[in-house]
């Protein structure tokens, strides 16, 4: 009988940095890992957590990691040919298939955009999929902002408004990423999605905003790891209610969230 708790090693193929406090880890996978899926990671004897995938291929997956605890700190201790231990996917994702056809609006905040990449990438490559796509995303300030080439290359193909929450920079604007959600036409689309990733009062502001833009709750999606444990709906950290998180989430229909978010 199959262990569900139990890891199983993968190598570290590439380790690319993106600011000074989050790295980039390209870790050998060959499974399925949809858009907006995690992984429990861990290190024997240190700890595990939960990290979405940020990037995937053929044969990788990847995971977009802040320094911020002893496991963290373990992981980015690693070089590449060492093995990072993992288990998953776990997770509902993105309904990417519900977004053809559709405008489509991405607000993320911060590492929130590490969910959202791979989706809007996917996009990316497939330009004739959506009618539009339009990304707000927020940084906290420029030594914060993550994927400046994907930012640069999404720019030719996406509506973009690119923010620092307190200082002023070329290619950004100043403020938080509420301030520019007026600027996209929700009203005037026929039908559409919008993805909301990020720190749960910006996810909760973001969507009130969209909501008074025109917005439908039932069209907005949210996604986010709320002390997240097990994975597998067993030792009910992350449970809000009658809500297991892991299990049912952590991607979310705004129905569903707007009781969740705290």
């Given amino acids: 009988m199959e262990n569900i708790m139990l890891s199983k090693p993968h190598k570290v193929v590439k380790i690319m940095k993106e600011?000074?406090?989050?790295?980039?880890?390209?870790?050998?996978?060959?499974?399925?890992?949809?858009h907006g899926q995690f992984f429990m990671?861990?290190?024997?004897?240190?700890?595990?957590?939960?990290?979405?995938?940020?990037?995937?291929?053929?044969?990788?997956?990847?995971?977009?990691?802040?320094?911020?605890?002893?496991?963290t700190?373990?992981?980015?201790g690693l070089a590449p040919g060492e093995n990072l231990?993992?288990?998953?996917?776990?997770?509902?994702?993105?309904?990417?298939?519900?977004?053809?056809?559709?405008?489509?609006?991405?607000?993320?905040?911060?590492?929130?955009?590490?969910?959202v990449r791979t989706t809007l990438n996917y996009f990316y490559n497939h330009p004739d999929v959506c009618k539009s796509v339009n990304l707000i995303a927020g940084f906290k300030d420029l030594n914060s902002v993550l994927f400046t080439d994907e930012l640069e290359k999404w720019k030719s193909r996406f509506n973009t408004w690119?923010?620092?929450?307190?200082?002023?920079?070329?290619?950004?604007?100043?403020?938080?990423?509420?301030?520019?959600?007026?600027?996209?036409p929700i009203s005037s689309f026929e039908d559409y999605n919008i993805v909301i990733v990020g720190p749960p009062?910006?996810?909760r502001?973001?969507?009130?905003?969209?909501i008074k833009n025109g917005a439908e709750l039932e069209k907005i999606w949210v996604s986010f790891e709320r002390k997240m444990s097990c994975a597998v709906g067993k030792c009910g950290h992350c449970k809000i209610n009658e809500t297991y998180v892991c299990l049912e989430g952590p991607v979310f229909n705004y129905t569903v969230a707007k009781d969740l978010l705290d």
């Fill in 41 to 71: 990671l861990s290190i024997p004897k240190v700890g595990e957590a939960p990290i979405s995938v940020s990037g995937k291929g053929d044969d990788y997956v990847e995971f977009t990691i802040r320094k911020v605890g002893r496991l």
């Fill in 162 to 184: 690119y923010c620092l929450d307190n200082m002023e920079a070329d290619g950004f604007h100043k403020g938080f990423v509420t301030e520019y959600i007026k600027e996209v």
């Fill in 19 to 34: 600011t000074q406090a989050e790295y980039t880890f390209r870790v050998e996978y060959t499974g399925e890992a949809k």
């Fill in 73 to 76: 700190e373990g992981i980015f």
């Fill in 205 to 210: 502001f973001s969507a009130q905003e969209c």
């Fill in 85 to 115: 231990f993992m288990r998953g996917p776990y997770g509902n994702a993105f309904p990417v298939e519900e977004f053809k056809n559709k405008d489509l609006l991405v607000i993320c905040g911060g590492t929130g955009m590490a969910p």
């Fill in 201 to 203: 009062a910006m996810m």
